[in-house]
């Protein structure tokens, strides 16, 4: 059983995991950093050359494979619409790393690294959120508030409580 985050882009997934996963001794994975290696591209690379669809495929592949073969395990924001990955989460611990649309853009800022959300940050982001958010909480088996904190902090809260 895999330690899993979730949540939406901005809300500290990749940062937090690879801070758990250091705390607790265990080894870490992020979904798009492992696609990236994959495909020798960037995340705005492959939406642009080959299209989210095929992203997507990408997504599906390494999610589904690393579930079964990573201790701790950092997901994509929209890995949640996937009904295969959804499935396979039922078999994780997983964590929903939430947050509000506001802190998250103002964490994701200007940058160009999610093409989702080119243009209006945060507009983008009340959108996928309000159809992401059912989602999220469908899949989570806990969920941990990250509004107002810092991405260590919230790392070192759940390392602590999973050695206590
Ligand atoms: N709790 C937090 N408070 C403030 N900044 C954060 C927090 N979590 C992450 N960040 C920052 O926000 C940005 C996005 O974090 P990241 O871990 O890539 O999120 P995700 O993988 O969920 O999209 C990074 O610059 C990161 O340092
Ligand atoms: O929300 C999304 O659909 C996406 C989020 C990104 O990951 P983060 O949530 O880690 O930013 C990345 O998988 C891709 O840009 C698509
Ligand atoms: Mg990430």
């Not at 492959?46 to 079964?68: H, M, P, S, V």
């Amino acid at each position: 059983m895999s330690i899993v985050l979730v949540g939406a882009p901005g809300a500290g997934k990749t940062s937090v995991g690879r801070r758990l996963a250091k705390k607790l001794g265990m080894a870490f994975v992020d979904v798009d950093e492992r696609i990236e290696q994959v495909l020798g591209k960037t995340i705005p690379e492959i939406f642009a050359d080959e299209g989210e669809t095929y992203f997507r495929q990408a997504e599906e592949e390494a999610t589904l494979e690393l579930l079964e073969s990573t201790e701790v395990l950092s997901l994509g924001g929209g890995a949640v619409m996937n009904p295969r990955i959804r499935e396979a989460l039922k078999d994780h611990e997983v964590i929903w790393l939430k947050v509000s649309a506001g802190q998250a853009s103002r964490r994701v800022g200007m940058n160009t690294v999610r093409p989702l959300l080119l243009g209006n940050v945060r507009g983008k982001l009340i959108e996928l959120m309000r159809e992401r958010t059912p989602l999220y909480e469908e899949v989570a088996t806990k969920v941990v508030e990250t509004d107002g904190r810092g991405s260590a902090e919230v790392a070192d809260e759940l390392a602590a409580e999973r050695m206590a």
